[in-house]
C-alpha cells in the first residue's frame, strides 16, 4: 500500500514537473486560427523591407493595433481616424469622392490617401518616400495639421487615459502603461498584416485559375509595356518616377520636397497596379477617376516636364484592342479576399 | 492603539502607491540610469552651455518682446534663448594608438533647460586605459533614423522628430532678437536634420583632450568637462546675420550651421 502511494506520488510529481518544464506540449486548438496572425509572405514574393523585427504579432497587439486605426480620438476634434481616409472598402484608400484627402476642420489634403497593403515591401513609405520605417508612419497624419492635426503627445495622453485603452495595452502587453513604442508597433501589426496575394492574378499563378483570352492578351501587352515600372508579384518597383503628368497650378514636387535633390522634383512613387478595381481615383492626386483615362495619359498625354521618365517619354503605344485587354488584365489583380478581410474591418 | 496607527499607515501607503499607480502620465524606459556611479571606472561626462563666458540661459517667457536680449552674435545681433536641444550619439574614446573604446546604445538628448537630468551623464564601465580625445555624432547616425519605434532619448515624443520627412532634428536652436521684426513668436529657428545625401548632416564632433589625457583607473571616477559654445554656431567659418538668416529648417539653409557648429566643443578640465 505505501510503495503504491509512493508510485502514485512520483507519477503524479512527474507528470507536473512534466508539465511545467515543457509548455510547447499543450496542443493547439485550433491551429487556423493562430495562423491569422502570423506575418504573410506568399511564396515568390522577395523578402520583405519590413520584417516585424522586435516587434512579435499577437493577436492581442495586432486588436490593439486594429482599435487605434479607427480611433478618432487620435484627431483633434475626434471627428476622423486613420480608417476614415483609408477605408477597406477602396483598399485603404479613401473612395472615388475624394480626389484629395480629407482633414479636420474641412480641410482638404494635396495628395490622394494611399492604398495601404503590402507595406512591408516598401522601402520608403507615402507618395513621396518621407517615411523610413513603417511603425514611425503614423506620426505623420496624426499631426499633419491638414489631417489630424493633434500634437503626438496629445495623442498618446488621450490614449493613456482612456479606460478602454488601458484594458486593451493590458490585454496586449500585460500592463496598462502606454508608450510610443507600443503605440507605433502596434500600427505596424496591423498595417502589416494587410497583404493583398489573393487576386485572381495570384490564383492563375498557383495554377488554381485560368486567364480568359483577353485578360492572357492584357497579361501579354503588361509583360511588354508596363512590368519594367510596375514589376511583379507586387507590380511596383516601388521606384520614385515623372510619369509626365501635366504640372498643376499646385506644382506638387514630389519626392524633392524630402530630398532636396533636383533630380527628385516632380518624382513620385511607382504605385502598385493591384486592387485599382476598388481604388479609384488615380495618381498623386487624383486627378484621373478612370483607368481608361489614365491609359489614355500614357498613349497621348504624356508632358515633358523636367525629370520625365526615359520610360514614358514620347508616351507608350496602345491599340484600342490592347488597352481593352489590358484592363482585362488589371481586373485579374483586385484582391476582394482582401478588401472583405474580416481581421482589417472597421471596430470600436 | 499601535495596531490602530500600523493600519492607518497601511492604509495611507496603500493609497499612495495605488495613486501612482493610476496616474495617467506617460511612463518611460530609460535605458541609461545616468546618476548612479557604481564602478570607479565609469566617466562623467558634464556639458555646459555657454555663449563665451556665460552661460546659456533659457528663457521660458511667452511673450518675447518682453525678453531681454542676453548675448550677442560675432555680427553683433543679440539675442536670447528659448530653446536648445541636441542629440550627442555614437560617443568614442581615442587611444593614443588611434584605435578606439566605442560606447554601445549611446544616445543622449542635451537640453540646455534640464541641465541637471541632460547635460551630465554616465559612460559606464569604460576599459582602464589612457585616452587623448572624445569624439561624437552631433545628431542622430543613418541606421537609427530608419529604424522603427523608439524609446528612450529617440522617443518621438521628445519633439526631436520630423513627422514629415520623418527623421530626427539633431540640433534645435530657438531665440529672440530684436535685430528682426518679432513674429508674434521666437523668431530665430534653426532645426538640423538630414541624414541623406546630398543633404546629410551627420557630423562628427572631435573633442581633443589638449595638453591633457584621459586616464581611466580602478580607484578614481573621472570627468570629462565639455563646454559647448554656442556663439560658434554663428561665427565661423559663416558669420550669420540675423536680417538675413534668421530661419534655417531646411537642410540647405542649415547647411551653415552644420558647418560652424563643429568646432562648438571643447574641453574645459578632465578631473580625476
Known amino acids: 500500500m505505501r510503495i503504491k502511494i509512493l508510485v502514485i506520488s512520483v507519477c503524479v510529481l512527474f507528470t507536473f514537473t512534466y508539465c511545467k518544464k515543457d509548455p510547447e506540449i499543450i496542443p493547439v486548438v485550433n491551429p487556423a486560427a493562430a495562423n491569422l496572425y502570423a506575418p504573410v509572405v506568399p511564396s515568390g514574393w522577395p523578402a520583405p523591407v519590413y520584417n516585424f523585427t522586435g516587434n512579435a504579432v499577437t493577436e492581442q497587439i495586432f486588436t490593439l493595433g486594429r482599435h487605434l486605426f479607427y480611433e478618432p480620438m487620435l484627431s483633434e476634434d475626434s471627428s476622423i481616424s486613420c480608417g476614415s481616409c483609408h477605408q477597406q472598402i477602396f483598399a485603404f484608400s479613401n473612395g ?58 496629445t495623442a498618446l495622453a488621450r490614449i493613456a487615459a482612456s479606460a478602454k485603452y488601458k484594458a486593451l495595452f493590458k490585454k496586449a502587453y500585460g500592463d496598462t502603461v502606454v508608450t510610443s513604442e507600443r503605440f507605433l508597433k502596434s500600427f505596424a501589426q496591423f498595417m502589416g498584416l494587410m497583404v493583398s496575394h489573393q487576386s485572381k492574378y495570384d490564383k492563375v499563378k498557383k495554377g488554381l485559375d485560368n486567364f480568359t483570352a483577353s485578360e492572357n492578351s492584357g497579361y501579354n501587352v503588361f509583360k511588354a509595356k508596363c512590368a519594367s515600372c510596375h514589376t511583379e508579384p507586387l507590380f511596383s518597383d516601388y521606384s520614385f518616377r515623372n510619369n509626365g503628368l501635366p504640372i498643376t497650378a499646385f506644382q506638387d514636387s514630389g519626392r524633392y520636397r524630402i530630398t532636396f535633390n533636383p533630380n527628385d522634383m516632380f518624382k513620385f512613387k511607382v504605385p502598385s497596379l493591384r486592387n485599382l478595381g476598388y481604388s479609384a481615383p488615380y495618381m498623386h492626386d487624383g486627378r484621373f477617376t478612370s483607368l481608361s483615362s489614365v491609359l489614355n495619359h500614357y498613349t497621348s498625354g504624356v508632358s515633358n516636364t523636367p525629370n520625365l521618365d526615359p520610360l514614358v517619354a514620347g508616351g507608350i503605344t496602345l491599340t484600342v484592342q490592347e488597352k481593352n485587354d489590358l484592363i482585362s488584365f488589371l481586373a485579374t489583380l483586385n484582391d476582394s479576399e482582401f478588401i472583405n478581410d474580416s481581421r482589417f474591418s472597421e471596430i470600436h | 492603539m499601535r495596531k490602530l496607527l500600523f493600519f492607518g499607515v497601511t492604509v495611507f501607503f496603500s493609497v499612495w502607491m495605488a495613486s501612482c499607480k493610476k496616474d495617467p502620465k506617460l511612463v518611460e524606459e530609460h535605458d541609461h540610469d545616468h546618476d548612479s556611479v557604481e564602478f570607479t571606472n565609469d566617466v562623467i561626462v558634464n556639458i555646459t552651455n555657454v555663449a563665451d563666458n556665460a552661460i546659456v540661459q533659457v528663457s521660458r517667457d511667452t511673450i518675447y518682446t518682453s525678453l531681454t536680449p542676453k548675448y550677442i552674435t560675432a555680427h553683433g545681433d543679440t539675442f536670447s534663448v528659448t530653446k536648445l536641444m541636441y542629440y550627442v550619439s555614437n560617443i568614442r574614446l581615442k587611444r593614443p594608438d588611434g584605435s578606439y573604446y566605442v560606447e554601445k546604445e549611446s544616445y543622449r538628448l542635451i537640453d540646455a533647460n534640464d541641465t541637471l537630468n541632460t547635460c551630465r551623464f554616465v559612460l559606464k564601465d569604460v576599459p582602464v586605459e589612457n585616452y587623448i580625445a572624445m569624439e561624437f555624432i552631433l545628431g542622430v547616425d543613418s541606421t537609427r533614423n530608419c529604424s522603427g519605434a523608439q524609446s528612450g532619448a529617440l522617443n518621438p515624443i521628445n519633439d526631436m522628430f520630423w513627422s514629415w520627412n520623418q527623421g530626427y532634428i539633431f540640433y534645435k536652436f530657438e531665440g529672440f532678437t530684436s535685430s528682426v521684426p518679432n513674429f508674434g513668436f521666437h523668431n530665430l529657428t534653426f532645426h538640423v536634420g538630414g541624414f541623406t545625401s546630398p543633404f546629410n548632416m551627420i557630423r562628427w564632433i572631435n573633442v581633443p583632450f589638449t595638453n591633457t589625457s584621459l586616464n581611466v583607473d580602478n580607484e578614481h571616477t573621472s570627468t570629462i568637462y565639455l563646454k559647448a559654445n554656442l556663439l560658434e554656431s554663428f561665427r565661423t567659418p559663416n558669420t550669420l546675420d540675423f536680417v538675413t538668416l534668421h530661419t534655417a529648417t531646411s537642410p540647405v539653409s542649415s547647411k551653415l550651421i552644420v558647418t560652424n557648429y563643429l568646432d562648438m566643443f571643447s574641453l574645459a578640465a578632465i578631473k580625476h
Do not use: C
Not at chain 1, 121 to 147: F, R, T, Y
Open chain 1, 96 to 153: 472615388p469622392s475624394h480626389a484629395t484627402s480629407h482633414g479636420v476642420h474641412d480641410l482638404l489634403g494635396k495628395r490622394n490617401s494611399p492604398t495601404l497593403f503590402n507595406l512591408n515591401w516598401h522601402n520608403k513609405i507615402m507618395w513621396d518616400g518621407a517615411v523610413s520605417n513603417l511603425e514611425n508612419q503614423p506620426i505623420g497624419p496624426i499631426v499633419n495639421p491638414i489631417e489630424m492635426n493633434l500634437p503626438y503627445n
